[in-house]
């Protein structure tokens, strides 16, 4: 009997000691189970703190932080270091890959809008030239198309339609552009008339661009007479190459200025200029009709005779 006394009693105690053994896990677990739980927590508390990642990958934060409490409950529960460790990497690993998953969606978009913002600055960049283009006919392409007027005519020149047509689709392809056309005129005669003569022949050409479906409130004339040479006046070519329509596209506003059949003048400048008249019994040159300067074979200062010069 009292050798079953002592058994009961030995096994109360092994019983006990088990029991306290139970509830106080060794201190290299708990090291272990506290180690595992904190370095999760770190990265979930980082990857919290990322914007990219409550924007991209919010759910896989989730799941992070769900199995972090995994980890937790297995260690406070039932001292499960095995358990607690497992769960507790899986939870980092998932904050990782959240982090990861996000900057790289959060590339994806950067590349996504810079392209976008791209597009819209070269489209922007196309509007303005579209609006600000200015396309000014250069002095040779004047020279070869729209130079070299008849003395004393307003009739366009023979080679004259290649320019026209290039002008003609340049303005059709652009139609909120306008057109300003100014006619000029060599040194010869009285400057009143030579202002009218000028005028004839802007409205010449203005006359073809219309003829080619340009509509004609978009082209603004100036008569600037003999104003602005492009060339000596000393010389029989010079004189040519004066005998001119200079036409300039641009984006903007434009408004008549020079001779016009009102008897309004100006200046390429601007200025307001006084009214002129034409000359006595003069009347503006007609398509193919010489003026009265011709008729009478003056041409300033050289007194030769520019019915010649065709």
Same mark, same amino acid.
């Given at each position: 009997?009292?050798?079953? +006394?002592?058994?009961?009693?030995? $096994?109360?105690?092994? *019983?006990?000691?088990? &029991? *306290?053994?139970?509830s106080h896990p060794p201190a290299n677990e708990? $090291? &272990?189970?506290? @180690?595992? !739980?904190?370095?999760?927590?770190?990265? !979930?508390?980082? $990857?919290?703190?990322?914007? %990219?990642v409550a924007r991209y990958a919010q759910g896989e934060l989730e799941r992070a932080s769900d199995q972090l409490r995994q980890a937790k409950t297995a260690w406070n529960d039932k001292h499960d270091v095995k358990t607690t460790e497992h769960l507790a990497y899986l939870a980092q690993q998932r904050a990782l890959t959240a982090q990861e998953l996000a900057n790289g969606r959060a590339a994806e978009?950067?590349? =996504?809008?810079?392209?976008?913002?791209?597009?819209?600055? =070269? *489209?922007r960049v196309m509007a303005q030239r579209q609006m600000q283009q200015t396309t000014t006919i250069t002095e040779? @392409?004047?020279q070869q198309g729209l130079a070299g007027f008849a003395f004393g005519r307003a009739r366009l020149p023979?080679?004259?339609?290649?320019? +026209?047509?290039?002008?003609?689709? @340049?303005?059709?392809?652009?139609?909120?552009?306008?057109?300003? +056309?100014?006619?000029? @005129?060599?040194?010869?005669?009285?400057?009143?008339? %030579?202002?009218?003569?000028?005028?004839?022949?802007?409205?010449?050409?203005r006359a073809?661009? =219309?003829r080619e479906g340009v509509e004609s409130g978009r082209i603004t004339l100036q008569a600037l007479g003999e104003q602005n040479p492009v060339a000596s006046n000393d010389t029989r070519e010079g004189r040519r190459e004066n005998r001119r329509a200079q036409v300039i596209i641009n984006g903007g506003e434009t408004r008549m200025v020079g001779y016009s059949q009102g008897g &309004?003048?100006?200046?390429?400048?601007?200025?307001?200029?006084? %009214?002129?008249?034409?000359?006595? %019994? &003069?009347?503006?040159p007609q398509s193919g009709q010489h003026t009265q300067t011709e008729q009478n074979g003056q041409e300033g200062q050289s007194g030769q005779d520019d019915r010649r010069e065709q």
């Open positions: 009997m009292r050798h079953i +006394i002592r058994s009961g009693a030995g $096994a109360l105690v092994a *019983g006990m000691l088990a &029991a *306290g053994c139970a708990v $090291a &272990a189970a506290n @180690t595992a !739980i904190g370095n999760a927590g770190q990265v !979930i508390d980082r $990857a919290s703190a990322d914007p %990219n978009q950067a590349v =996504v809008v810079a392209a976008a913002n791209r597009d819209q600055a =070269v *489209g040779n @392409t004047a023979k080679d004259a339609k290649p320019t +026209i047509d290039e002008l003609a689709t @340049t303005l059709k392809n652009n139609p909120n552009q306008m057109v300003v +056309i100014e006619g000029h @005129t060599d040194n010869v005669g009285p400057p009143e008339y %030579n202002k009218m003569l000028a005028m004839k022949r802007a409205e010449a050409v073809a661009l =219309v &309004a003048t100006g200046s390429s400048s601007g200025e307001e200029e006084r %009214n002129v008249q034409p000359p006595q %019994n &003069a009347q503006p």
